[in-house]
């Protein structure tokens, strides 16, 4: 199992910038897909951007251009970053670290606890 821990949410203006961290500690061996939700109130929890074991990444139309998903396997714990530039108030939601990793025949997901972004002037 992995336990997640986001850091790096906060109040920034719109056109501004800024990084997420997520360090994810426990065997990270069976990894399979690591990646970024947001969920804004009233709303479903959405994917942002998606990295999988062999480095593809995936970002949802909204932030492509703007967001950029990376990992650093080589500390440990492992990092997964989400660099948010030009941010829109639409971009205001909590984030989630997700990490899906291989169990038995199918993924099991593990989450962070959240961490807030809030766009505005």
């Known amino acids: 199992q992995v336990q997640l821990v986001e850091s790096g949410g906060g109040l920034v203006q719109p056109g501004g910038s800024l990084r997420l961290s997520c360090s994810v500690f426990?065997?990270?061996?069976?990894?399979?897909?690591m990646g970024w939700y947001r969920q804004a109130p009233g709303n479903q929890r959405e994917l942002v951007a998606s990295?999988?074991?062999?480095?593809?990444?995936?970002?949802a139309d909204s932030v492509k251009g703007r967001f950029t998903i990376s990992r650093d396997n080589a500390k440990n714990p492992v990092f997964l970053y989400l660099q948010m530039n030009s941010l829109k108030p639409e971009d205001t939601a909590v984030y989630f670290c997700?990490?899906?990793?291989?169990?038995?025949?199918?993924?099991?997901?593990?989450w962070g606890q959240g961490t807030q972004v809030t766009v505005s002037s």
């Open positions: 997700n990490v899906g990793e291989l169990y038995g025949r199918g993924i099991r997901d593990f």
């Open positions: 426990g065997s990270t061996d069976s990894i399979h897909v």
């Open positions: 990295i999988s074991y062999d480095g593809t990444t995936n970002y």
